[in-house]
């Protein structure tokens, strides 16, 4: 049988590019509102999708206490709006990204085996330890853990909850759990019955070598960034070897990277839509998107005079390092902070950026899959809702004729959807 | 606006794991006019009352949604967020009903109360423009920290959530639970408590509890409403729907109202805005 694609909808509220929002077929206010929800959790069903995936910040977008006026776009927390969601669809899987440095694993283990049960067993787990300084502070504490350090206790919050999720018997009785690591001290207990999928499918994303060994030993499945089918290959490849070294079966992992789109009847008329969609980032939108991501308000600076490198590196929320080492070149060649920041918001985060038809695309995935370079896509539409239903209205028929995509969800769970053992 | 006598009842059976089950009995307690689903109970806690109440709030059309949130495995920035995602996803019936939990005692809950509070009121309730002519989305003026200290949590905020629609989510206290905190919406009285003066209250209903009496309480003004523990959904929803219409005259504010406050007359009091945040 020829190999089949998965499919994921990474549903940022209002879509992945920073002025997707002012999109004629956009509808930012209805980010607010369960009937949106329920539309697009019900079109990316009608295409079949695996599961939808929200991503997660546990701070308000925003620098040094100021919160940029068009790039501040509030969210819905994950587990709440697929729980939701849950309830308006009948099939697709519910991946939700929740965080092991700010959680207790008691909790985050209780809300998933409630999220599987009540949408009998579509829940999935994408696990990050949180990278970003302002998250701390929301917590009480002043600084963030260093980053092996967030890993190491990932590890041990992961197995606790899989410990939880082992002990939920279906008969009701409820077995404790005493966990001990050096990071972790857990005394619970988990009353069942067992969840419906064993435990939610767990996802991982990180691309260090902490996150590398990470998804090696836990995920079952990977979102991760491939600009290139050859970057694709090389990472799938790379992934391979490390989950066979941690003793697991490399193919049972899926491995599903990014991808921005933007469809038109030609290749053209995407090209242009693409460049209108990234003109209404205007200079003061895009100044506010870089301030938003090294952690430093621009906003008292003109966007005429080359960027204020010395001011950003004293003043940053980020490690100082990290910044040092965007900014540097930039800020030798003497370019002024306006251009650099419209330069900026047009590169992608890592992710492949599509342009093109409907059968271009189909043709791209297909090969791609057929390379190795990967097991299926977490598509990123550019702007929501409108992208997503020229995907589903136009792209899911051609790979259901190639044969490709499924033309029913083979089971009720997402481990049945997604080919994935417990 | 007549006041309204509240029916409101603590579902807390294992069961409401299980789709069919919550469904038949939240749309049950909903059509019986059941007002306040309290979801869970203090001490037990065999899932997670908030996703139960998000999974509700699309499955159901007016009954208020009542988490129980314990302390023990609670921080109030998921909590804040949470509640202000359910606010949104039902329409404004959200409510929640803190409890200490295990090794915490009842300041804990009132420091999830007030730094709840002061990430709401971290978002003015007009800070969203969401114009695509200009571009602008919101006014940053609108938008501030909180920089709460409390005896037990700390949180500088804003919150990545919008203030909810109902302002604060409805505060509900169970007496057997208690924290101290100005502006609880609700107090659920423990069986043969007397009436808190200057407090909603709900008394919890026993046995086949005398109307009459009840509405006597009602119309002087000494309780709110009443309270059940669902122990037999099917023939407890059976004996609210019929207090519900023997309570018609009290009960008009149901079928009106958009949010929750609104309907129950539990309008959101500006002197409970944390200083320095926004209407």
Redesign the interface.
Known sequence: MTKQIHLWAFLQGIGHYP?G??H?D?T??AV???DY??SVGQLAERGRFDSIVFGD??????AN?????????????P???L??M???TEHIGLVATVSTT???P??VA??F???D????GRAGWNIVTTAHP?SA????QDEMPEKSSRYARAHEFVEAACELWDSAETD?NAVPVQYRGQHITMDATM?G?ALPQGRPILVQAGQSPDGRAFAAATAEAIFCPAPTKEDGIAFRNDMHERIAAAGRDPEAVKIMPGLSFILADSEEEAIAKDEAILD?A?E??CIEYLGESIGFWLGGHDPKEPIPFDDIVAGTEFPVADITRMLEKPAASGIALGEFASRHVRTPRGHTVFRGTPQQLADRMIDWIDSGACDGFTLQPAYMPGELEIFVDQVVPLLQKAGRLRLDYPGPTLRDTMGIAA | MNRHFILSATIAQ?EL???AW?DSVLNGADRAGIDLAVLGAPGS????P??????????TQRIGLVPCVSTA???P??SA??L???D????GRAAWNPIAGAGHDNIVAADMVSAARSLWDG?ASDA???D?ES??????SK?R?SNYEGPH??????????RPLQGHPLLVADASAPFDVAGTDLVILEEGQAALPGSNCLKRAGNSPDLAALVAEFEAGEIAGVHWTLTNPGDDLREIAEFSSALSRFRQARETGSTLRERLGLPLSDNLISEGAFA
């Open positions: 002025s929002w002012r004629a956009a930012p206010e607010f509102s369960m929800y329920k910040q546990l701070q308000s977008r925003g206490g100021h919160t940029p006026e068009r790039v501040a776009i509030p969210t819905l927390d587990i709440a709006l729980a939701a849950g309830a308006v700010y959680f207790e008691e909790a209780e809300r085996a409630t999220l049960r009540i949408t009998g302002a502070w929301n917590f009480g009701g009353p019955p209404l205007d003061a939108l | 294992p794991n299980n789709p919550a806690l065999p899932f997670d908030m996703v139960i109440a998000a999974w509700a709030a699309p499955m495995v609670a921080h920035f998921h967020r949470s202000s995602a359910i949104f996803l039902s329409s978002w969203l423009i969401i695509k571009g602008r989305y919101l006014d940053g938008v920290l949590f700390k949180v500088r905020g804003p919150l990545n959530a919008a």
